[in-house]
């Protein structure tokens, strides 16, 4: 999910204004991934956290708590709780997908073996539950709890939606709305929480990273079809994986009967032959697939900016709203 290609970065501006708060963060997850029985789990979880990932979901959190005034010190945990249930994630779905490759390296299940991977996931889980039960909120262990389930829900969705053509547009943003979205915006209302601000601000900041999430999603499914090596993304490894994801759902819905037969050959029976991508590139650009996920990919980026209005002003608000455009601008 690279957030590599244009000349300004708002992440990297966020991070830069947050630098401090994210050294914290980066020292409390080195702390609390370690183990003092079973040292693969700090070798599988350095793999991940130690990447080059951007961060981006601890720095919502730790953004949403500053936006709001937060001056405690309880947005690091949050924030650290956040990213272990990100690699957790991260960690099962490379298992459930059979991955051999993570932002350019070798996934952790290839470099140790599959029961690695999970159990050392279940451990994350487990500390971030950890992490939460410090804040003493019990409003904010519920956001995360409930997003946490959200997330598995999700996954196990599409795992029985993923090669169904008849999943739609609405199933689909259920899934993204769960395995996505939901750590987006639980990301951004915990960091809301904590630093107790009002139930409006709570919410549009809520919102927003729901909005977020589903944007960024799109944009990671549209990449898949029409990215590129600077995106950090290999073409068509959706369409090798068999995953209906927005952009094939809209060729699905406008095929003859002929492009449906190759979409049941290729995404329900897997049965896939030599320039099969190559057809199913020219079946999007015969429907318009692609610019209409890319409008609806910049409707939510719209949908997240229109959601931080009620905010102050602040640098940090600048940043989320830049953010948003930043996201749908890889495919621009």
Request: glycine share 6%.
């Amino acid at each position: 999910m690279g957030l590599d290609i244009a000349a300004t970065k708002p992440h990297e501006r966020l991070s830069a204004h947050l630098s401090a708060d994210l050294a914290a963060v980066n020292d409390l997850i080195r702390q609390r991934m370690a183990s003092k029985h079973a040292p693969r789990i700090p070798e599988v979880t350095a793999h991940l956290v130690e990447a080059g990932g951007k961060r981006l979901r601890p720095m919502l959190t730790l953004a949403a708590a500053r936006l709001c005034g937060y001056a405690g010190p309880y947005h690091i945990h949050l924030a650290a709780t956040v990213e272990f249930i990100h690699t957790a994630t991260l960690l099962h779905d490379d298992v459930v997908d059979e991955s051999g490759q993570r932002r350019g390296r070798p996934t952790a299940n290839l470099l140790w073996d599959n029961k690695s991977s999970v159990l050392v996931g279940d451990y994350l889980f487990a500390r971030s539950f950890q992490l939460m039960v410090e804040t003493g909120s019990m409003v904010v262990l519920d956001i995360l709890a409930n997003a946490s389930a959200t997330i598995a829900e999700g996954e196990v969705l599409q795992l029985t939606a993923a090669q169904n053509l008849a999943t739609d547009e609405a199933v689909y943003l259920q899934v993204v709305r769960g395995k996505t979205a939901a750590l987006f915006s639980a990301a951004t209302e915990a960091g809301a929480e904590i630093a107790g601000a009002p139930k409006d601000r709570i919410e549009a900041l809520r919102d927003y990273g729901d909005a977020l999430g589903v944007s960024f999603q799109i944009v990671d499914d549209l990449l898949d079809y029409g990215g590129s090596a600077a995106t950090g993304k290999n073409i068509g490894d959706d369409f090798r994986e068999r995953k209906l994801t927005l952009p094939v759902i809209k060729a699905v819905a406008l095929a003859d009967d002929e492009e449906r037969a190759f979409w049941v050959r290729t995404i329900e029976k897997g049965k896939q032959q030599e320039g099969d991508l190559d057809h199913a590139l020219s079946l999007l650009a015969r429907h318009g697939a692609m610019e209409s996920t890319r409008q609806d990919a910049l409707a939510w980026a719209a949908r997240a900016k229109a959601a931080l209005a009620i905010l102050p002003e602040d640098p940090i608000k600048d940043m989320l709203m830049d953010l948003a455009d930043y996201v749908v601008a890889r495919v621009s």
